[in-house]
């Protein structure tokens, strides 16, 4: 008999611990403090499909925004900066590093191009103040390839 309750007792504990863990399951996970937005533009919202041209140069940061060769450069959604490493950090593919060429898909758009309605209010600004702020008018999306 006193196998039973030490094997009931045992079942109870683990279920308890299961319990426990599968809570903390759904929290979301902090990132890390070097890591954020800095210079990166991203849209708004996720893309379904991107532009399958070739683009890379230099990496440059001027003013506070990131230049890819002589034109703005705009990463996709989800794509953040590491202050630390000064690099851009991608949810999929090796960082690209200030200072260092980047070769990777993408594509150029003229500088007439509405970017607000292209990619929400706040990146359509914030394109427009580095193009004010950079005297550059050349913009470009670029992403790992």
Known sequence: MPFVAVARTGAIVVALLLQMSACGADRPVPESADSSDGPVIT???QWESYPLA???GDLVLLEGCLLLGDELVFWPHGTTFDEAAGSVVFA???PAVV???FTGGGGH???ATDFTALLGAETGEAISACQQSTGVSGVVFAYPA
Do not use: K
Request: hydrophobic fraction near 25%; proline fraction near 20%.
């Open 54 to 56: 070739e683009v890379g």
């Open 43 to 45: 849209p708004a919202e």
């Open 99 to 101: 200072g260092a060429s």
């Open 109 to 111: 758009y003229p500088a």
């Open 92 to 94: 999929d593919g090796p």
